[in-house]
């Protein structure tokens, strides 16, 4: 069963606009959620995170949202740039839990 | 430093043989994953180390899939027999500590990517 679901597969967005890319989660258990960006022949990279005690980080370009009672975990990236063209996947993990569970990713392609 | 290493890079067989991947994390990091990653879909954890020990492998296939980690650092994770629908990358990673703290971030290989005809 998928406990997080990104539900748009691709975003295309202008440079210089902003990018915002959505995240679901089903279990409660939850409490600990990240973003990994991934390039084509790459593995993932960590890009930011957010404890469920918060409902905003901020790093750079990168801010993370979260709405624990709706359990949705939003990224925002501004002003976007042709190096953001990447796949984003969405993860969580409960707090004393190893396993990260993730989305299936977003395909982001920044246009010119 | 050094990033995790995976080889091979890529891998076609045919179904019903054997093939096998190799990982060497990050220096000093005490977790060790393996991760399937199936076009269109999210990493799905396979098995964790910590050290030479497994912590959880719970949705790895045993009838036909094993890995090891001996002396708690390099890994291998081996298929046999291979089967259509094991078609994925399969990726690495690694972390300092298990869980816990935000410094388990999980560092990933470049994945190997396996085609089974």
């Known amino acids: 069963d998928q406990q997080v679901k990104q539900n748009s597969p691709s975003l295309s967005v202008q440079e210089g606009r902003i990018s915002i890319l959505n995240c679901d989660y089903t279990?409660?258990?939850?409490?600990?959620f990240l973003w990994y960006k991934k390039y084509p022949a790459e593995g993932p990279t960590f890009l930011i995170s957010?404890?469920?005690?918060?409902d905003k980080n901020e790093d750079g370009r990168f801010t993370v949202f979260l709405n624990k009672s709706a359990k949705h975990l939003s990224l925002h990236i501004v002003p976007s740039q042709p190096g953001d063209s990447a796949v984003y996947f969405c993860?969580?993990?409960?707090?004393?839990?190893?396993?990260?569970?993730f989305g299936a990713g977003t395909t982001v392609t920044v246009r010119a | 430093e050094a990033g995790v290493a995976q080889s091979p890079r890529y891998k076609i067989i045919e179904k019903r043989q054997s093939v096998a991947f190799w990982c060497n994390p990050i220096?000093?990091?005490?977790?060790l994953y393996w991760y399937q990653q199936i076009l269109g879909q999210g990493p799905k954890l396979l098995i964790q180390?910590?050290?030479?020990?497994?912590?959880?492998d719970s949705q790895l296939p045993k009838d036909r899939f094993s890995a090891e980690r001996l002396k708690g650092v390099d890994s291998t994770l081996k298929i046999q027999p291979a089967k259509l629908e094991d078609s994925a990358v399969y990726l690495c990673?690694?972390?300092?500590?298990?869980?816990?703290?935000?410094?388990?971030?999980?560092?990933f290989g470049p994945g190997t990517r396996l085609t089974v005809l």
């Open positions: 990673a690694s972390s300092l500590v298990p869980w816990g703290s935000s410094y388990n971030e999980q560092f």
């Open positions: 279990n409660s258990m939850f409490d600990y």
């Open positions: 957010i404890s469920s005690i918060k």
């Open positions: 993860a969580a993990r409960g707090s004393n839990d190893y396993k990260l569970s």
């Open positions: 220096s000093g990091h005490a977790t």
């Open positions: 180390f910590q050290n030479n020990g497994v912590v959880d």
